[in-house]
């Protein structure tokens, strides 16, 4: 006698296959999603605003924008609400029954607060590992956090907080990036951040901070980045910035530092960025500072002295900007050839252009050279920068005809040679 097997429709194996990757998800999640959904859909509407208005409320959680599950669906590990419209911070208390959530990311919204329960309720979510509450319109004081020990990223920039920081971060023992960049917090530089030191990135730009820099900030022998710049600073840098050894960018541009350039700096093998323009720096350029720096600016300073003789020659320096000091002397003839951008405007250096270092900056986009008290003639070596899109020679005391090679230079898009002492003539054979 022949069996007969009969096969399941196709669309019912589908929905089956859908009702048993729901069920995966534990029963705290999902009530959790639920009542996400429903403060969603008032604070924006039910129209074309809500996020999820094209999935039911008792759908799977996992197939919603913004929500990540584990492979197999059996937990929700991160929750991405950026730009989702939301202007009510009631969604996070039911969060903190996502106890398998790693990531929680709501940057640019219109939140004005968090709920203090938040703070004080979902501290104990073991593995959640990234805040992202940047680029809203938060107010007030920055909250304690109580808890969050995996917390390893928190990121409160372009917000309106204000207020002093003392210990309301310092329980965070795996904080390694903190951002707070564009705020008005003031007081000093906060140095409580994590009791394993375990920091990596602090950027604390764009705020009302004022004092001096904290030597104590070394403690976190781990940063690569510190970005303190546009505050309110004074006082010198700390020789022990130095004693950084992993530190790979330096931001303290727009304060009121003064003193001199501290030479500890030239140790750190691994500094690629150092910043310090629109202070009040005063004294000689250190040796060796660009030994190991792809970037360099101390503009708008008052820095003295000559330039030293190795500082535009470090291998793998590509940007220089020194303009807008009171620096003397001639330009070293020793340049890196893979510098792009050279800027020694506003200065009072002396001498001829060091015609045989131009011709070998093949990746010269950038010379701005002007106000200083430059003598000789143009060298014809510039027009080997097929680069260049920038030259800015105006207000020297430069003498002779422009050579013709500068027309080889194609991409030149700004020439500025006024106020020099050129032979006029020279300028109407000239084609750029």
Known sequence: ??????????????????????????????SAMIRVYEIFQNDTGPGPSFVWNDVGKYSNPCSWKGVYCSHDNSSINKLSFSLFSISTSEFLSPLCNLTTLESLDVSNNQLSSISDEFFSGCGEVSGLKLLNFSKNKLDGSLPTFNGFRMLEYLDFSLNLLKGEIRLQLDGLDSLRTLNLSHNMFTGTVPTNLGKLNLLEELQLSANLFSGEIPAQIIRYRNLRLIDLSLNELWGSIPQELGELTRLETLLLSVNNLSGGIPSSLSNVKTLLRFAANQNKFNGTIPSGITSYLGSLDLSFNKLTGTIPSDLLSGSNLQSLDLSYNELEGSIPADISTRLFRLRLGSNSLNGTLPAGSLGSLVELMYLELDNNSLTGPVPSELGM???????????????????????????????NLQLNKLLEKSHHRLQC
């Open 1 to 30: 006698m022949r069996r007969v097997v009969y096969a399941a429709p196709l669309p019912l194996i589908f929905l089956l296959y859908l009702q048993l990757v729901s069920s995966q998800l534990p029963s705290d999640q999902v």
């Open 385 to 415: 920068c097929k680069q260049l899109a920038l030259l800015n020679l105006a207000q020297n005391r430069l003498t002779g005809r422009l050579p013709p090679d500068l027309g080889n230079i194609t991409n030149l898009q700004v020439l």
